[in-house]
């Protein structure tokens, strides 16, 4: 049973194309989260939902938008995508309480050229 | 200057040794500390998990925090190959979760070898 899951693992695509990843958590969760990680492997948030409702936006481009149909799905549409986009994203879900874990998903690994 | 900085490493030990992973941090709010195991090609997965100071130990694993110092310390005893990996610590000054976000450090990777 995967927990988080993210589609495409993969992503090649030029400069200036419009693409998007999909995230899914069966978890039962209410918060998930994106998270872009460069090649130094500095993860840093980008957007965070809690049921639904948009909460942490941090300092990313307007080109990226995300989207919460529901508390189970996150997704993540990039618009005009530009060389510095290339990361692996990462989705995660979390609950309130306990230890505060974050799952993270598989992440989508994605390259502009 | 980043709000948590970690040596990337790479850092190499032989199978069987004492490993001392550490990050220190700038925001004196911060209460709520994590490491996350990373492998190759893979999500961060939670290790350890401590609330403000002290130590805590699970397994073979020892987190530390030290808030006056700003600076934490994940130990590993009797190290094995399948600990290497990239061990990324993060904190938070509320509870991480919701609104409240989580900072990373950069990671610092590992190898243990045979």
């Known amino acids: 049973d995967t927990a988080v899951s993210q589609t495409p693992k993969y992503l090649v695509t030029q400069m200036g194309n419009d693409k998007s990843i999909k995230c899914e958590q069966n978890l039962g969760h209410d918060t998930m989260y994106w998270y872009k990680q460069d090649s130094k492997k500095f993860l840093k948030i980008m957007f965070s939902y809690n049921n639904k409702e948009l909460i942490i936006n941090e300092t990313v481009p307007n080109r990226f938008s995300p989207k919460s149909p529901d508390k189970a799905h996150l997704n993540l549409h990039i618009n005009s995508l530009e060389l510095g986009d290339s990361a692996v994203y990462f989705c995660?879900?979390?609950?309130?309480?306990?230890?505060?874990?974050?799952?993270f998903g598989p992440g989508t690994r994605l390259t502009v050229t | 200057q980043k709000e948590v900085e970690q040596d990337p490493g790479p850092l190499s030990v032989p199978e069987g040794a004492i490993v001392s992973l550490n990050c220190t941090y700038s925001n004196s709010a911060f209460q709520y500390f994590m490491w996350y195991r990373q492998y190759s090609r893979k999500g961060p997965e939670l290790l350890m998990y401590?609330?403000?100071?002290g130590n805590k130990e699970d397994g073979r694993f020892t987190a530390q925090v030290d808030k006056s110092s700003k600076y934490i310390s994940l130990f590993i005893r009797d190290s094995q190959p399948s600990d290497s990996a990239t061990y990324l610590c993060?904190?938070?000054?509320?509870?991480?979760?919701?609104?409240?976000?989580?900072?990373f450090g950069t990671g610092t990777q590992l190898k243990v070898e045979l």
């Open positions: 401590t609330y403000s100071s």
């Open positions: 995660a879900s979390s609950q309130e309480g306990g230890t505060y874990e974050q799952y």
């Open positions: 993060a904190m938070s000054a509320t509870p991480p979760g919701g609104g409240n976000k989580l900072t």
